[in-house]
Each structure stands twice: as C-alpha cells, then as structure tokens.
C-alpha cells in the first residue's frame, strides 16, 4: 500500500469502511485484512454485514456492481473468524498464509462450482454444500 496515511489499521479501516479506497489498491490481501479489522472489533455475523455493505459500495462507485459476491465475501469473513485471534495482523498472516494465496482455491473445500457460481450464490450467501464452515 502506497498510501501511508493507510498503513495504519485504524487508517485503513477507515478508509475501507468510507469507501475512500482506490480500487485497484485493493487486492485480495486488503480484502482479507478488512474483514480481519472489522473482526477485531465487532462479532463475524455484524463484521460479515459490514463488509458486504461497504464492498456494495465500492463495486458500485467502480461502475462494477457485479464483481460482488455476497457468498464468497460472508464466506471468507467466517473463515477468517474460524482461523482464531491473532496478535497483529502479521501474526495472522504468517499463521494463514493460505488465505493470501487464492480465494477461490480456499473455497472450494467448503463449497462445489455449481453453488458458488451459482446467482443465488452471488446475490445473498448460502450455506456450504462440501464442508461446513469453522
């Protein structure tokens, strides 16, 4: 993050959460440290909610509604809450690398193709048909 107004996570968050992001600084790793923020702050159902609210914000600001996918996001923020507190953001990440690498690939132990590409799956998030979710 180029940003260093941002690299704080009090900052970050912020800026997140406001939709002030740039949205090709965005990557998956700041989707994942967003949903670990609101986490450290707030039980995963609400930080579930908060950020979906505020990624339907952005996809809609970038013109790109339908890159949100209401599954994957509630999803991954579950995920994140399964993996257990941390320290620091680092410490989260050195413990979960794998969460960084791809997040569909992540996915997929929880979830088949057909349901997460599925539009219901996009549009409002639906329970795992593989593995239940930690």
């Known amino acids: 993050m180029s940003d260093p107004a941002l690299s704080s996570n009090d900052s970050f968050l912020a800026a997140f959460l406001e939709a002030r992001l740039a949205p090709a600084a965005f990557t998956h790793r700041e989707h994942v440290r967003a949903a670990w923020l609101l986490l450290q702050h707030m039980p995963p159902d609400r930080a579930a909610g908060r950020m979906c609210d505020a990624l339907v914000i952005m996809t809609r600001r970038c013109g790109a509604p339908e890159k949100f996918h209401r599954t994957v996001t509630e999803a991954f923020v579950r995920l994140i809450a399964g993996r ?49 979710l930690p």
């Not at 794998?98 to 992540?106: A, I, K, P, Q, S």
């Open 84 to 132: 257990g507190g941390a320290a620091s953001w680092e410490a989260f990440i050195a413990a979960n690398g794998d969460l960084l690498l791809d997040g569909r690939r992540v996915l997929a132990r929880y979830y088949s193709d057909a349901l997460l590409n599925s539009t219901v799956a996009r549009e409002r998030f639906v329970p795992p048909d593989l593995e239940p």
